[in-house]
């Protein structure tokens, strides 16, 4: 299976990015999709995820700012994000759980995302 995430770029403070992953390799019917995100120093955290039910959930320094969906006719999970701070800097990386939830084990390369002050 193959993650491909892009979309990422330099935007400043308020400004909008939306970041897509498209999945080839496996059917994308039944996978749960997942964004993470690292900044330099730090660990990987979670940013918001959507089951293949289309149920969603975000991490709190997220929620009503971004929004995950997915596109399942063009195999693609997108994360619009609005409102963007300083602390969003980070690479962005999507991943998979091909059993419709919450536990991913496929990732992709990850697509780097600057918001400057």
């Known amino acids: 299976v193959q993650l491909q995430a892009s979309g990422g770029g330099l935007v400043q403070d308020g400004e909008f990015l939306r970041l897509s992953c498209r999945v080839s390799?496996?059917?994308?019917?039944?996978?749960?999709m997942g964004w993470f995100r690292q900044s330099p120093g730090k660990e990987r955290e979670f940013v918001a995820a959507?089951?293949?039910?289309?149920?969603?959930r975000y991490a709190d320094s997220v929620k009503g700012r971004f929004t995950i969906s997915r596109d399942n006719a063009k195999n693609t999970v997108y994360l619009q994000m609005n409102s963007l701070k300083p602390e969003d800097t980070a690479v962005y990386y999507c991943?998979?759980?091909?059993?419709?939830?919450?536990?991913?084990?496929?990732w992709g390369q990850g697509t780097q995302v600057t918001v400057s002050s």
């Open positions: 390799g496996r059917p994308f019917s039944g996978s749960g």
């Open positions: 959507i089951r293949w039910s289309g149920v969603t």
């Open positions: 991943a998979l759980d091909p059993r419709g939830g919450w536990g991913f084990d496929n």
